[in-house]
């Protein structure tokens, strides 16, 4: 079903040999059409999900009204609303597919039983917490010490063919600019 999450999964613990079907039962297999909602403010954020091939966002509406994206999640990369999901209370968040994408869903209540069936998935998700908290607090970094310009240059660099496929106007949201600057800035850098 999912080779792609047990090389992930792999990466961090070691599962029991022979029992990689039954983990993956634990799952269910999502196709989604491109800016298809999984999530809405408001709602129960019930689902984490594994992303096999495609790209999904997780959005905001700030006090204007505009949308705010706080994150991607493409190949081999997981999103949910995580302190909706943790405590099962109204999402704060917004998540919608960027592109045509197959998702593997991990549900809360299943993800209990998983734990009890397979305890080393507790170490694999709390490695990924700790890699996603430092990367958040790098973000927050960069958002207070690098000027605009050298923020969209650090993500351009770290992420060249992320930055190539997703949308001008997403891709300026996640980095707090308008689309008109973040255009300027790439036209500034091709010159």
């Excluded at 998702?103 to 299943?110: H, I, K, N, P």
């Excluded at 080393?120 to 996603?132: G, N």
């Excluded at 310009?149 to 891709?171: C, T």
């Amino acid at each position: 079903m999912s080779a792609a999450l047990l090389h992930h999964i792999a990466q961090y613990t070691k599962l029991p040999a022979g029992e990689d079907q039954e983990l993956l039962n634990f799952f269910r297999r999502i196709n989604v059409n491109k800016k298809e909602m999984l999530l809405e403010e408001g709602q129960s954020c019930k689902t984490h999900y594994f992303v096999e091939k495609g790209c999904l966002r997780m959005f905001f509406l700030n006090s204007k009204g505009v949308e705010q994206t706080t994150q991607f999640a493409i190949e081999n990369w997981w999103i949910t609303d995580h302190m909706a999901f943790q405590l099962q209370k109204p999402a704060s968040f917004y998540i919608q597919s960027v592109e045509a994408s197959q998702l593997l869903a991990l549900d809360f209540q299943v993800q209990e039983k998983l734990f009890l069936r397979f305890p080393q998935m507790e170490s694999y998700f709390r490695q990924l917490y700790e890699r996603a908290y430092a990367a958040s607090q790098t973000r927050v970094k960069y958002l207070y010490d690098l000027s605009k310009e050298d923020h969209y240059r650090n993500f351009i660099e770290k992420y060249p063919g992320f930055a190539q496929r997703i949308p001008q106007y997403l891709l300026a949201s996640f980095l707090g600019f308008t689309p008109e600057y973040l255009s300027e800035i790439r036209k500034k850098h091709r010159s």
